[in-house]
T-cell receptor, first 115, second 116 residues
Framework: AQSVTQLGSHVSVSEGALVLLRCNYS??????LFWYVQYPNQGLQLLLK??????LVKGINGFEAEFKKSETSFHLTKPSAHMSDAAEYFC?????????????FGAGTQVVVTP | DAEITQSPRHKITETGRQVTLACHQT?????MFWYRQDLGHGLRLIHY???????NKGEVSDGYSVSRSNTEDLPLTLESAASSQTSVYFC???????????????FGEGSRLTVL
């Protein structure tokens, strides 16, 4: 079975500072990994995903994440935070052998951006 | 544009009542999912369906049921609502995985249910 751990339920960053959200996973087979963002009163939308190939993945809104197999991690970063980045972020995992698309989500990290 | 819509967006009900949350997608996706979102738990899978007439239980399925009579709709029914089912419910859909298709989920905007 797979699981996802997001370190820190709340993160506060200053506008212009680095955003770093941590995600560690456990999976018995190579995983597909996802980061989703949820803005207030909205559904989740995909930020980026890792499937195979290049371990540094670029997504929308300037975010990127790096898959590190040895550390079982998929941390999300953005070099310079913007006020519009205030949202909740979810890491999710799916075993690559699962052909049906069930995702296991982490508990989420709420990001607050201060001026 | 294709989309996934949920209704109602907000509902207040009383303990013991039956409640149905609707989910309709125009992506023509085979796979549909219901999740609930609670503080500190992220999203937890309630039920899912891989096609018409197919339904499966997720990790928190007690007290919930679904039916899939067509590709577009997967209604979620709470047979006898309980206060523990106060939550935000999200419907999602995806295509079959395989090949270059990674099965990413597309989400509705959520239905906030309060059980008094």
């Amino acid at each position: 079975a797979q699981s996802v751990t997001q370190l820190g339920s709340h993160v506060s960053v200053s506008e212009g500072a680095l955003v770093l959200l941590r995600c560690n996973y456990s999976s018995s087979v190579p995983p597909y990994l996802f980061w989703y963002v949820q803005y207030p009163n909205q559904g989740l939308q995909l930020l980026l995903k890792y499937t195979t190939g290049a371990t540094l993945v670029k997504g929308i809104n300037g975010f990127e994440a790096e898959f590190k197999k040895s550390e079982t991690s998929f941390h999300l970063t953005k070099p310079s935070a913007h006020m519009s980045d205030a949202a909740e972020y979810f890491c999710a995992v799916r075993p690559s052998t699962d052909s049906w698309g069930k995702l296991q989500f982490g508990a989420g990290t709420q990001v607050v951006v201060t001026p | 544009d294709a989309e996934i819509t949920q209704s109602p967006r907000h509902k207040i009900t009383e303990t013991g009542r039956q409640v149905t949350l609707a989910c309709h997608q125009t992506w023509n996706h085979n796979n549909m999912f219901w999740y609930r979102q609670d503080l500190g738990h992220g999203l937890r899978l309630i039920h899912y369906s891989y096609g018409v007439q197919d339904t499966n239980k997720g990790e928190v399925s007690d007290g919930y049921s679904v039916s899939r009579s067509n590709t577009e709709d997967l209604p979620l029914t709470l047979e006898s609502a309980a206060s523990s089912q106060t939550s935000v419910y999200f419907c999602a859909s995806s295509t079959l995985a395989g090949g270059s298709n990674t099965g990413e989920l597309f989400f509705g905007e959520g239905s906030r249910l309060t059980v008094l």
